[in-house]
């Protein structure tokens, strides 16, 4: 039987690649967890940003390929090495995507905007000083600055230019980038959002929080009275709390959501 995600043995590597870690396994999990709901999307156009090694974009192709879903495959990353690997381990698995060497999304903007059905995306999220972030080498892949803060700044509001209206968005945070100020900065664009998978190593504590527009009625059916929800105007700390509590939580715009 075909496996759901990447096999680690068939992921291509390079000195100068971020190798699967538990970051990528939390984010793959993420799309285990939800796979219900995304093989129910049918999404057409999925994308990620900073493919690294291609273990997640791989493995989203393969969670969707259970669903028999035609969808074209993205993937970017600044650094071209990655761009090489990850086009060696798409290969290894039989899968495809179209894999282009650039930041974040710079030169796709027009062509991608408001197409993208599912974004994924394993940050620089490590905080460093301003001048690690964007050098060239592995050290793209996890120096994001001030609070880690630096380059997620930098992509949510690309997604949110390329995201479809019923696009959905993964993304990768640790508690120092205070994910619940992203969340609170994201629902002002008109985003609901929940942690889907929440786990804690010896080194960093990891939220995989997933984004959509509260526009999207139809939105995670299945799991519709699972989860909580937050009133808008509730202070920041208690969502921090809340954050750290309970993995299922929802972010929406009022406490009646369906979502």
């Avoid at 059916?221 to 969502?239: C, D, H, S, W, Y």
Wanted: hydrophobic share 40%; charged share 20%.
């Amino acid at each position: 039987m075909p496996s759901k995600i990447a096999q680690i043995r068939l992921v291509s590597s390079h000195p100068e690649v971020y190798e699967p870690c538990d970051d990528s396994f939390a984010l793959v999990d993420a799309l285990l967890a939800d796979q219900t709901n995304l093989l129910m999307h049918n999404p057409k156009l999925c994308m990620e940003v900073g493919c690294g090694s291609g273990y997640v974009i791989t493995s989203l192709a393969l969670v969707l390929r259970q669903g028999a879903c035609g969808a074209y495959y993205i993937a970017t990353d600044i650094n071209p090495h990655a761009v090489r690997v990850t086009s060696e381990t798409l290969e290894a698995h039989g899968v495809h995507a179209e894999l282009i060497t650039t930041d974040i999304a710079s030169g796709l903007e027009e062509r991608l905007a408001g197409l993208v059905d599912v974004m994924v995306v394993n940050p620089p999220y490590v905080p460093t000083p301003e001048e690690e972030v964007g050098r060239d080498g592995i050290a793209s892949a996890w120096a994001g600055g001030e609070n880690g803060r630096c380059v997620i700044d930098k992509i949510l509001p690309v997604a949110d230019k390329l995201l479809s209206d019923r696009g959905w968005l993964y993304m990768v945070t640790l508690t120092a980038n205070n994910p619940s100020e992203i969340c609170l900065q994201m629902r002002d664009k008109g985003y609901a959002s929940r942690i889907v998978v929440q786990r804690s190593t010896e080194e960093e504590n990891l939220h995989v929080i997933k984004f959509w527009r509260d526009c999207d009625d139809n939105h995670d059916i299945l799991q519709a009275n699972e989860v909580g929800a937050v009133n808008k105007t509730g202070p920041a700390r208690i969502f921090e709390s809340l954050l750290s509590q309970f993995p299922g939580l929802l972010f929406g715009r009022n406490n009646s959501s369906s979502t």
